[in-house]
Nanobody, 113 residues
Framework: VQLQASGGGLVQAGGSLRLSCAAS???????????KAWYRQAPGKQRELVAR???????IYADSVKGRFAISRDNSRKKVYLQMNDLKPEDTAVYYC?????WGQGTEVTVSS
C-alpha cells in the first residue's frame, strides 16, 4: 500500500488549501472500511491528529482546527481530502495521511502572517 499526499504549499493567513491523499495497492472495499486520518507535525513538535473519518462518515477534529478544516473521502477513487480554510501561521506543518498503519510521505503547508 502506498499513500501519495499532495496539495501543500505556501499561503497567506486567512487563505485556503485542499490536501489530497491517494491510496494505491489497496482494494476499494478495504479502503472503504478503514479509518482515515490526517496528522501534522510542526518543527520541534510531536505529530498530532488533525482529523479522522471512519467508514460511516463520522468525523473528529482537533480543537485547534474545528470549524476551519473538513475531512472527506471519495471511496470510489480511494482518496482522502482535507479542506483547510482560514489558515493561521500555527497551522504551518508537514501534513500526513494515515490509513490503518500506512503513512503517506507528507505534504508541507506553510502559512505566512
Amino acid at each position: 500500500v502506498q499513500l501519495q499526499a499532495s496539495g501543500g504549499g505556501l499561503v497567506q493567513a486567512g487563505g485556503s488549501l485542499r490536501l489530497s491523499c491517494a491510496a494505491s495497492g489497496m482494494i476499494t472495499s478495504t479502503f472503504w472500511g478503514v479509518d482515515k486520518a490526517w496528522y501534522r507535525q510542526a518543527p520541534g513538535k510531536q505529530r498530532e491528529l488533525v482529523a479522522r473519518i471512519n467508514s460511516d462518515g463520522n468525523t473528529i477534529y482537533a480543537d485547534s482546527v474545528k470549524g476551519r478544516f473538513a475531512i472527506s473521502r471519495d471511496n470510489s477513487r480511494k482518496k482522502v481530502y482535507l479542506q483547510m480554510n482560514d489558515l493561521k501561521p500555527e497551522d504551518t506543518a508537514v501534513y500526513y495521511c494515515l490509513l490503518t498503519d500506512y503513512w503517506g510521505q507528507g505534504t508541507e503547508v506553510t502559512v505566512s502572517s
